[in-house]
Nanobody
Framework: QVQLVESGGGLVQPGGSLRLSCAAS????????MGWYRQAPGKQRELVAT???????NYADSVKGRFTISRDNAKNTVYLQMNSLRPEDTAVYYC???????????WGQGTLVTVSS
């Protein structure tokens, strides 16, 4: 019954910033690890960042120091703040919720980020 909806993608110039949002239809943060993935044309889907129920974060080496994952529990929303964007960041970005104990995995539909001059 849980649905995830991403928003905030668009066209930005290299060096610019963008914030992606992932809105959940119900509260799931207490049982799920939240994550952002991306898939560039001709490449495999790649893990970008994760946020555990306890608030721990992890990032892919390619985005460390530039991207930040966070959440607003009251709004049931997870964010991905992206700074110092590069052309190689161009991809469709997907929100993910995963709960191994509940056998739950939910994906959003994706939002396109294009970094180009």
């Amino acid at each position: 019954q849980v649905q995830l909806v991403e928003s905030g993608g668009g066209l930005v110039q290299p060096g610019g910033s963008l914030r992606l949002s992932c809105a959940a239809s119900r509260t799931i943060f207490s049982i799920s690890v939240m994550g952002w993935y991306r898939q560039a044309p001709g490449k495999q889907r790649e893990l970008v960042a994760t946020l555990t129920t306890g608030g721990s974060t992890n990032y892919a080496d390619s985005v460390k120091g530039r991207f930040t994952i966070s959440r607003d529990n009251a709004k049931n929303t997870v964010y991905l703040q992206m700074n110092s964007l590069r052309p190689e960041d161009t991809a469709v970005y997907y929100c993910n919720a995963n709960s191994k104990s509940y056998g739950l995995e939910v994906w959003g539909q994706g939002t396109l980020v294009t970094v180009s001059s």
